[in-house]
Structure formats: C-alpha cells, structure tokens
C-alpha cells in the first residue's frame, strides 16, 4: 500500500461533489427547507424589477401617486420577506455545514486510527493537523457558506434569463452573449486555479508540519543553540507559503474582473439596443429599465459566482487532500484463521524464514527463523541499526514481514484481531507516549476491564501486581495530572507510567525496547522485581545495551545485518558484539 500522502489526486468536479455530499446524511429536510427558501429568493429576486418597470410605464410617467405608493408597499414588503428569507437559509445551511464538518472531521479521525505505523513513519504530523483541521473547515465553509449562494445564483440567472428571453428575445439574446464567453473562461482556467490552490494547500500543511516539529524538538534546538537554524528553516518554508499563497490568491480574484468586464459590455448592449428599440417604437422606458435591472441581476451573481467559483475550487483542492486519507486502507489485514499456518505447539512466538524491508529501504531481515518458549526471558543484542527494534516490532505486529510468517502461541498473528492481538503481548517503548489527562486514564488507555473497576478495586489490582511502590511515585497518585504537550513528568516517569500501563495488562508476551534506559538503578531493580511477578508463563523479550538488564536473560539473540543468531551465553554475546565493532 502506497502511503505517500504527497501524491496527486485527482477527481472530477461532479465525483468529489456526490462524494462530499456522502456527509450530509440526515440533512434531506434541512436541504429541502432551504431549497424551498432558495426558490422563493428567486421569484421575489425576479418578480422585483418587472414591478419596477410596470410602475414607471403606467404611475409614474402618467403621474398616478396613489397607485404608486401602493406598489412601492409592496415591493418594500417584499424586501422585508426577501431579508428575512436570507437570514434564515444563512442560518439553516450554516447549521448543516456545522454537523458535515463534524462527520468529516470524525471520519478523517478515525481512518487515520486504522491506519499503520508505516503510514505514519512516511507523513509528518503537522501536515496531517492541517488536513483533519484546516482542509475540512475549507470544505465546510464552502458547503455551509458557498454552496447555497452558489445554487441561488444559478436559479437567479436561469429565472432572470426566462425574463428577458420572454419580453424581448432579441434584445435578451443579446444580452446573454457576454456570458457565453464568460463560460468559456471559466472551463479553461478552472482547472488551473484549481492546481494553485492544491499547491497552497500542501504549502501550508508544510508550514504547519515544520512549526510542530520546531516546537516539539525546541528543548533540543535551545540545547544546541541552533535557533538560527529553525529560524532559516521557518523562513524558508514560510516564504514558500507566501508565494504559493500570493499565486493562489491571483488565481481565485482573476474571475472578478473579467466577469465584471463582460457584465459591463451585456449592460452597454443592452442600453444601445433599448433606445435603438424606443427610437423605433417597438420598447417603452420602463421596460427598458426592468431590462437593465434584470441584466444586472444576471451579471451580478455572475460576479458573485466569481469568488464562488474560486472557492469552489479551493475547497476541490482541499478534498482532494481528504479523499487521499480516506481512501487509503490499512495493509495490516486479519486473515482467515483456516488459511494461516500451523507451527509446533510450545512456542509462544515464532519467526519462520521471515524477511522485511521498509518501504524503498533496504532489507532490515533476511530469512531468519526463531522460537522463543513460554516463561522464557529473551534479550536481543547488538549494534545500533541492526534490526533488534525491527524483529520487535514485527512480533507486535506494528509491520507484516515482507516474506515468512510470525506466529503467536501456534497461529499466524495476522490471524489475531488488534483486540485479542494486544492483549496478548505488551509493548514498552524507549519513548512512551502519554495522553494529556491524568495518571489514571493513562494506566487505564486500552485497558477495558480495568476500566470497569472503581477507584478501590483499581489500587487493589495495583498492589496486587507489586506496582504500588511506583504509584507511590506520584505526589497526586492516580490523580496526577499529566500533559502530553509539557514537561510535568520527567522521561523516567513516563516510562513507569508506561510499565505501570503494560503490567496491569497481564500480556503472555512482554516486550521492553530499551524500557530501563532513562531510570535510576534502584528503580530499575524495583521493576526487575515487579516482572519477576508476572505469571510463570509470561514470556520476556529484552532490547537493553546494560548488562545487568539482559545477563539473567534465559536466551540471547545476537541481532544484525539482517541475521537473528543464538547467542548463548552473556560473555558470548558480548564477544559477537566486540568482534563486529571491531570489523567494522
């Protein structure tokens, strides 16, 4: 599965609309509402300059005042009723675009939770902030702000065009000629202002991508005084930005002008053909007033239709950059059970001529088999880059081998659901990550039957896993507040907190990457102690450059060059490690 989000998408007008329209299920009555409202614009839209134009002609150039006042009552109450009618569609769509935004923004969520490690390894973060956030409020606006003004123009042109074909249609043809050219335009440079505003778009996801990286790793860039190094760099993407920004915004306003110059060549026709047509009688003044308001209600939305069309187009760009995330699916698959293989009972986990490679990397593994026992301790040792992270990862299944089979207890683990797949085997990062809330909610994240428990059944099974001398830790205990963002913990509390999470689990299979790398000693043979607790048939997997981490180890594996070789003893391990720095 290509998981490069960088790459183009392309999608026909009519197929992204019926697509964006898939998120406003359950909003037929609100649409239909303000269609009826849209319509009802029109024909008061329509019916206004017609009532002009009957007024001049029969009160005021024959000077009937009473007449006069009584239709211009009515043109007034049809204004308030026209007001009012735009007040409550703005409201209606606005509500609509609201609960859309809300879907869009759930779906785009939760596809990128099913999503794979791998798809994450290949896209920064900040740019897929900017799609979730930015990209879905472009879409919204448009639906919520653009769409109807959209609609209300077309039916306001298509009605004002039936006027004037009907009253004169010679001098209405004559009028519509402008708009021909006008389409003509519109379809030539469309797709154009589309792909400005496509590379605006993956500009400012850039942009945002860079400011998130910066701020995360600003403790660094102060630690090495490179903050001239992330100011060239923001420059340098931010002027970027600007650029595709500036071309982007010369792209949507070129409509308007051109627009409003074929609006005023319709209004100079139509003038220089009316009194052509009062001069020879065939046309009164107030008609040829009624026409030119109806011309300038045709090109007025013309105009509006303009900036519309522009955001019409920014708003294709910005789904196009959704629709990439939503199409993707995950390749991390649950297979039929029946069609996996079979491996000998007694091995917990087992890799069988497997081999992998990231994607357009080189081969991290080539061909290797191993079984590890229940209740075992095993460490995986070796040179920095040598695949120990790797064979871990593929145990926990973050990746499927490019070639062989891992097994969990006898079954192809890619016949395991992530739900009974996790609960089968915990995993400590060398970086846990925490979620910004308390300690509590931290230890109990994917946790479901602890989850169940009150406060008192939870320091129960606390204690009863001996994790209660780290709970102890922390001044507020499950109350500690916790920050994702910030430093309220240090990194060596992260990782108890992290253990303290992956214990409670009670997983058959443990794995510790570099787990102990960032605690003291005594608090590393407190947590010696706790894992010593974990039931009989637990199985251990150590990644650890300390000695004392792996030497009570039951098996070592050395790791590297693609190749996983039992090792042996401690003092043997140490000497295929010594022996390959030294070749190297």
């Known amino acids: 599965m290509d998981y490069n ?17 898939r998120f406003m299920k359950g909003e037929q009555a609100s649409l239909l509402v303000a269609f009826f409202v849209m319509m009802l614009n029109a024909a008061i839209t329509m019916l206004a300059p017609y009532l002009i134009g009957y007024i001049v002609d029969h009160f005021i150039l024959k000077k009937q005042y009473g007449p006069l006042m009584q ?54 973060s900040g740019d897929l902030i900017s799609r979730i956030n930015n990209d879905t409020d472009t879409v919204n606006q448009f639906f919520s702000q653009s769409l109807m003004r ?76 490179r903050r001239d190094y992330f100011r060239k760099r923001f420059a340098k993407v931010n002027e970027e930005n600007y ?56 090109y007025r939305p013309l105009r509006e239709l303009a900036a519309l069309w522009a955001s019409f187009q920014t708003a294709l760009a910005a789904w196009d950059r959704i629709s990439v995330i939503l199409s993707l699916e995950s390749d991390l698959k649950v297979v039929d059970q029946n069609q996996t293989t079979i491996t000998a009972s007694g091995s917990v986990v087992a890799f069988k001529d497997v081999s992998f490679r990231y994607p357009d990397g080189k081969e991290v593994l080539h061909h290797i088999s191993f079984d590890m026992k229940p209740g075992k301790t095993y460490a995986l040792v070796g040179p920095t880059g040598g695949g120990k992270s790797t064979t871990a990862a593929l145990i926990a299944r973050l990746y499927d081998p490019t070639e062989g089979v891992v097994l969990l207890n006898g079954r192809d683990i890619r016949s395991y659901t992530n739900e009974e ?12 990550f925490l979620f910004t809330g308390t300690l509590r909610e931290n230890i109990l994240y994917g946790n479901p039957e602890l989850g169940r428990m009150d406060n008192d059944q939870l320091l129960k099974a606390i204690a009863d896993a001996g994790l209660d001398d780290l709970l102890a830790r922390f001044e507020k205990g499950l109350d500690t507040p916790l920050n994702a963002s910030a430093d309220t913990v240090s990194l060596g509390q992260k990782q108890l907190i992290a253990f303290i999470r992956a214990v409670l689990r009670n997983p058959k299979v443990m794995i510790l990457d570099e787990a102990t790398a960032n605690i003291d000693t005594v608090t590393e043979k407190l947590l010696e102690a706790i894992l010593k607790r974990l039931p009989k048939e637990t199985t251990l997997i150590i990644i650890a450059h300390r000695l004392n981490t792996i030497e009570n180890a039951d098996e070592i594996f050395f790791v590297n060059a693609g190749e996983v070789i039992p090792a042996g003893t401690l003092d043997h391990a140490m000497d295929m490690l010594l022996n390959q720095k030294m070749a190297s």
Do not use: C
Not at 5 to 21: C, I, V, Y
Not at 171 to 183: D, Q
Not at 253 to 275: E, M, R, W
């Open 421 to 432: 797949r996790t609960k089968e085997i915990g995993f400590i990062l060398q970086e846990p």
């Open 150 to 225: 959209f609609m209300d123009s077309i039916f306001s042109m298509v009605g004002v065009a039936v006027f004037v074909l009907s009253i004169h249609w010679e001098l209405g043809a004559a009028s519509l000629v402008p708009a021909v050219f006008i389409l003509l335009f519109v379809l030539l440079v469309s797709p154009w202002v589309k792909k400005k505003n496509a590379v605006s778009l993956k500009a400012n996801g850039s942009l945002s991508a860079d400011i998130q990286e910066g701020l995360h790793n600003f403790k660094t860039i102060i630690a090495f005084n």
């Open 5 to 21: 989000l960088n790459r183009e998408q392309k999608s026909s007008a009519g197929a992204a609309l019926r697509k964006m329209f």
């Open 243 to 298: 650029k595709t920004s500036v071309t982007a915004g010369i792209a949507n306003n070129l409509f308007t002008p051109v627009f409003g110059f074929f609006s005023n060549i319709a209004q100079l026709i139509v003038l220089a053909f009316g009194i052509y047509l009062i001069i020879e009688g065939q046309f009164t003044l107030g008609l040829l007033i009624s026409f030119m308001s109806y011309v300038q209600l045709f």
């Open 71 to 124: 239709y211009s009552a009515l043109l007034l109450g049809l204004y308030v009723v026209w007001a009012g009618t735009e007040y409550f569609q703005a409201k209606l769509m606005g509500g609509v675009g609201q609960r859309m935004l809300y879907i869009l923004r759930n779906e785009v969520f939760n596809k990128l939770q099913q999503l794979p490690v791998a798809f994450f390894n290949r896209n920064r």
